[in-house]
């Protein structure tokens, strides 16, 4: 057994509407070896909401974390967010903004719409730089998993952060 096959899959959703993109994120993580995930993309915005609510009423399985760009038909990705941020059953969905906007306007927008994702990136120029991105979707994933985690628990008592330290 690899250890791939050993740990549980993080369900991943890739709301992205570039099939170019989709694919080197697919490959880029799949060289991530000790990070096994499932895939599931939608590539616009309606499909993602549509996705994500039938989630919320149980009808889908939950994804563990979401990669959204803002940059979609049909519905952006601030919709897409919205929904994720005020749907009581998503509020704790880790969510990573990738898009190919520069950063200060990719915040711009998410500030305008008054919401808040876990993280933000800008897609790489160049192939060779999706590997070194998953890496840090993956870290942004585990930080957001973490806040999730606190957040589900409640407030801590200083004996237990003390045994998770």
């Not at 250890?3 to 994120?25: G, Y």
């Not at 192939?127 to 979707?137: G, K, N, R």
């Amino acid at each position: 057994m690899t250890p791939q096959e050993t740990k549980q899959s993080t369900r991943v959703l890739v709301v992205e509407d570039n099939p170019m993109d989709v694919r080197l994120l697919r490959y880029a993580m799949q060289q991530e070896y000790n990070w096994p995930t499932e895939t599931i993309v939608v590539d616009d915005g309606e499909k993602a909401i549509n996705l994500l609510l039938s989630v919320a009423e149980g009808a889908e399985a939950r994804p563990d974390f979401v990669i959204l760009d803002l940059n979609l038909p049909k519905r952006d990705g601030t919709e897409v967010l919205g929904v994720i941020r005020n749907t009581k059953t998503l509020t704790t969905l880790p969510v990573a903004v990738l898009s190919s906007s520069p950063m200060d306007v990719i915040h711009d927008k998410v500030n305008d719409a008054c919401l808040e994702a876990n993280c933000y990136f800008t897609k790489p120029m160049h192939v060779d730089a999706f590997v070194p991105l998953i890496q840090s979707l993956r870290k942004c994933y585990e930080r957001g998993r973490q806040a999730k985690d606190d957040t589900e628990q409640g407030p801590a008592s200083p004996e237990s952060r003390a045994a998770r330290n």
